[in-house]
């Protein structure tokens, strides 16, 4: 899998790319062969389902 979606940056410009990914917990496993990964550290990802 190529995620190479940048190919220059100018010499002061900063940039963090993010790989996330949303899956049933069933397809865990498949994209662990992808490198993907569930431990996050210490972020917490939270959706606003009430407004």
Known sequence: MDFNIVN???NNQT???ER??????EMVP???KWG???KLGDLTFMRLINS
């Open 36 to 38: 993907f990964s569930e």
């Open 20 to 25: 996330l990914l949303y899956c049933r917990p």
């Open 8 to 10: 220059q940056l100018s």
């Open 15 to 17: 940039i963090q790319l």
């Open 30 to 32: 498949f994209y662990h």
